[in-house]
Nanobody, 123 residues
Framework: VQLQASGGGLVQAGGSLRLSCAAS????????MGWFRQAPGKEREFVAA????????SYAGSVPGRFTISRDNAKNTVYLQMNSLRPEDTAVYYC?????????????????WGQGTQVTVSS
């Protein structure tokens, strides 16, 4: 599975960004998809995940109500809509995929990773 993340950039606090992750190489609808982020000097942390059908989602404690994960299986793409961004959201954001239909939150549970996209939120 190849994953290509895009949509990062520089935004002011309170602003919004939408990240996209395009998948190829495997039937996308059979993959659970996740978003993670890693700030400088910190470990990679879970942000959100979505099941094959999109019927179930999971979010880290710091993002519910601000971030929304969604997927379009026809376009082989998963999205992360990020609103009300804060400086502490600054990180490289990675998309990840796994073939089990479980909303894993640990990075080690995901088999496939994209290259990451930088999100910088200025105060």
């Amino acid at each position: 599975v190849q994953l290509q993340a895009s949509g990062g950039g520089l935004v002011q606090a309170g602003g919004s960004l939408r990240l996209s992750c395009a998948a190829s190489g495997r039937t996308f609808s059979n993959l659970v998809m996740g978003w993670f982020r890693q700030a400088p000097g910190k470990e990679r942390e879970f942000v959100a995940a979505i099941t094959w059908s999109g019927s179930s989602t999971s979010y880290a404690g710091s993002v519910p109500g601000r971030f929304t994960i969604s997927r379009d299986n026809a376009k082989n793409t998963v999205y992360l809509q990020m609103n009300s961004l804060r400086p502490e959201d600054t990180a490289v954001y990675y998309c990840a995929a796994d073939t089990s239909d479980v909303l894993f939150i640990a990075p080690n549970d995901y088999d496939y990773w994209g290259q990451g996209t930088q999100v910088t939120v200025s105060s």
